[in-house]
């Protein structure tokens, strides 16, 4: 009786063993401790705020405390790095914006790492509201007048940006047009000279754009999001206009390190997308000006690929260097 129950026990043991190389977790009780959100913006911005809300969301469907970390510096390159190296156990997760996934990448003489190894795709968090606007003493009122403004007069017109996203987005509308680009900081900086008459045109967020609209001293073009915003409800979007090259819009999703499970990749990607379903959340967002939504793992990949992609052959045609 004693040597069964040995035997019995010898085998329990062998078919719970964890593998070398294999994860010891299970997906039905995974996550079974808090996970870290890593995010490459510092306390107080737009990302952070973001990323501040979606985290308490889904903290409450997981039933497990989402703790945010703030990686700020070098574009938000830092941060995907820790995440990167990160165990792949589902307990770090990223908070990835376009400009470390794409822009750094792309625009980098060297390229702090390839975004498709590095890295594993789980679910779109959704895009930033972002609007073509000029300040309303420019008598352009469609985007087909702007540009004939600009081909008329080629190096007369100017514009600003504040990031890459907005920056190859005005250069994929203008094409050959000759248009000034200023630089800036931030948007507000921007925003405050586009108000004064100093910048003719520029692409600027949700969270600016809609008061300066209702107030009647900037004009709104269009919109870099695939729908029309509930922010400008008459902004046409770029498909409506024919725009079909405007391709470039800013986006955030969520990563985990490279081998991270496929089970649990799909179960955090269906918890993130309900996460954005949910009223409270979603109605936060849209005070942030951010349309949030999520996607299946699969589905992150192509469009992120797709995005990679645009934002490359935008680089390459205009000869954009990094700075």
């Known amino acids: 009786m004693r040597r069964r129950d040995l035997a019995l026990a010898a085998v329990a043991a062998l078919t719970t063993t964890v593998l070398p190389g294999t994860a010891a977790w299970s997906a039905d009780a995974y996550p079974n401790k808090p996970l870290r959100l890593i995010v490459g913006f510092a306390p107080g911005g737009g990302a952070d705020a973001l990323t501040r809300i979606i985290a308490e969301g889904l903290s409450k469907q997981l039933g497990q405390q989402v703790i945010v970390e703030n990686r700020p510096g070098a574009d938000g390159v830092l941060a995907a790095q820790a995440t990167s190296s990160a165990k792949p156990d589902g307990y770090t997760l990223l908070m990835g914006t376009n400009t470390a996934m794409v822009a750094a990448p792309t625009l980098r003489p060297t390229s702090p790492y390839d975004p498709f190894k590095a890295f594993t ?18 008598p352009a009122k469609s985007v087909n007048e702007l540009l004939a403004m600009v081909a008329a007069k080629p190096g007369a017109y100017n514009s600003a940006s504040s990031n890459s996203a907005s920056e190859l987005a005005m250069l994929q509308l203008l094409g050959d047009r000759k248009v000034v680009n200023a630089r800036y900081k931030g948007d507000m900086q921007a925003m405050t000279d586009l108000l004064g008459g100093q910048i003719h045109m520029m692409f600027t967020t949700g969270t600016l754009a809609p008061g300066f609209v209702k107030e009647g001293r900037i004009r709104a073009l269009v919109t870099l999001l695939p729908q029309r915003s509930g922010l400008l409800p008459d902004v046409p979007t770029g498909g409506e206009l024919g725009l079909g090259k405007l391709t470039i819009t800013p986006w955030a999703g969520f990563f985990g390190p490279p081998g991270l499970p496929k089970e649990i990749a799909e179960k955090l990607s269906q918890e993130l997308q309900n996460t954005l379903k949910r009223p409270d959340v979603h109605a936060q967002l849209v005070q942030q000006g951010f349309e949030g939504y999520g996607m299946s793992p699969a589905k992150f990949t192509e469009f992120f690929r797709t995005q990679y992609d645009a934002f490359g052959a935008t680089v390459r045609e205009h000869n954009v260097k990094f700075e």
């Open 121 to 138: 795709p789980i679910s779109s968090a959704g895009q930033f509201s972002m609007f073509l606007v000029v300040p309303s003493s420019l």
